[in-house]
């Protein structure tokens, strides 16, 4: 059972430049997340969807956008990168429920934009 | 928002020690759940318990939700137990906030 799948789990960016996180999860969970963490700090709440074709926004949105086509799949695309946006990125899922189940994560995605 | 706030930050244990993690939330929550992030990162939950006491080996958590606090247990600490806790809640919007978490070293 692999649970949640994220890739690529590390990259370097150049300052502009634009690309996408894939995140999967074989759980059949309606919920899934993307969170981010800065060093030495908690997580922060980039979007959320709560099923296929439904998306919104977390905490902290500006510069992402994500796309839910599939209860599978929750990419994440990053447009036109910048240094705040260097941290590690967890994608997450919960089970079906009238509120967010127990939180499953993915491996993380290290990303440095230079 | 909801603020949650952890305390200690920080905790250095000996190996075979207690202690107690404690998480505060400024407001009623539909659930809570605890997270250990081992030293590669990898995050695994360890607890979902909105309320009550929960167990699992040496780890117990219990949370008064009415007082709005949870508290951790780690009971006869291992090396493998380091790493930083988190406390995550939510209030029924399925957005999970987390608190700064509590960094624990064991020392053999």
């Known amino acids: 059972n692999a649970g949640v799948t994220q890739t690529p789990k590390f990259r370097i960016l150049k300052i502009g430049q634009s690309m996408t996180l894939q995140c999967t999860q074989d759980?059949?969970?309606?919920?899934m997340y993307w969170y981010r963490q800065d060093p030495g700090m908690g997580l922060k709440l980039i979007y959320y969807?709560?099923?296929?074709?439904?998306?919104d926004k977390g905490e902290v949105p500006n510069g992402y956008n994500v796309s839910r086509s599939t209860t599978e799949d929750f990419p994440l695309r990053l447009e036109l990168a910048a240094p705040s946006q260097t941290s590690v990125y967890f994608c997450?899922?919960?089970?079906?429920?009238?509120?967010?189940?127990?939180?499953?994560f993915g491996e993380g995605s290290r990303l440095t934009v230079l | 928002g909801i603020q949650v706030e952890q305390s200690p930050p920080d905790l250095i244990l000996q190996e075979g020690a207690n202690s107690t993690l404690r998480c505060n939330f400024s407001d009623s929550v539909n659930n809570l759940q605890w997270f250990h992030q081992n030293p590669w990162g990898q995050l695994i939950n360890l607890f979902y318990?909105?309320?009550g006491t929960k167990q699992n080996g040496r780890l117990s958590a219990t949370t008064v939700a009415t007082e709005r606090y949870s508290l951790l247990y780690i009971s006869s600490s291992q090396t493998t137990d380091s790493g930083v806790y988190f406390c995550?809640?939510?209030?029924?919007?399925?957005?999970?906030?987390f608190g700064a978490g509590t960094t624990v070293t064991v020392r053999a």
């Open positions: 995550a809640v939510e209030r029924g919007d399925y957005k999970l906030s």
């Open positions: 969807s709560v099923g296929a074709g439904i998306t």
């Open positions: 318990i909105p309320s």
């Open positions: 759980m059949n969970h309606n919920y």
């Open positions: 997450a899922s919960s089970s079906t429920g009238g509120f967010a189940g127990e939180l499953f």
